[in-house]
């Protein structure tokens, strides 16, 4: 059974920066894509940023192209959220995740571990 489990979330104000972790349970870290999401009240859950298993190949979505970086330290097992500029639009609790083997795409159902979620908050 894998665990995610985040940390870093907060309260900031417009065009501060926040750092999101996830450490994951197992000895297979390595070995898998790893996702970040987010989920705003009242919105459906949204993909973020997507990082393969060596970390050499990232992917974002339009929305923080340019102000998030997504990374991973396999020897940690950890997968960040580096995020700068932030914007009031990025509230929401965002959530780590592991995607299927072989799955395709960005959908959240193509990702099968999730952690709990952590908070940001961006006041105006």
């Known amino acids: 059974q894998v665990q995610l489990v985040e940390s870093g979330g907060g309260l900031v104000q417009a065009g501060g920066s926040l750092r999101l972790s996830c450490a994951a349970s197992g000895r297979t870290f390595s070995n898998y894509r790893m996702g970040w999401f987010r989920q705003a009240p009242g919105k459906e859950r949204e993909f973020v940023a997507h990082?393969?298993?060596?970390?050499?190949?990232?992917y974002y979505a339009d929305s923080v192209k340019g102000r998030f970086t997504i990374s991973r330290d396999n020897a940690k097992n950890t997968v960040y959220l580096q995020m700068n500029s932030l914007k009031p639009e990025d509230t929401a609790v965002y959530y780590c995740?592991?995607?299927?083997?072989?799955?395709?795409?960005?959908?959240?159902?193509?990702?099968?571990?999730w952690g709990q979620g952590t908070q940001v908050t961006v006041s105006s």
């Open positions: 995740a592991r995607k299927r083997p072989g799955a395709v795409g960005f959908s959240e159902f193509q990702y099968d571990y």
């Open positions: 990082i393969n298993s060596s970390g050499g190949t990232t």
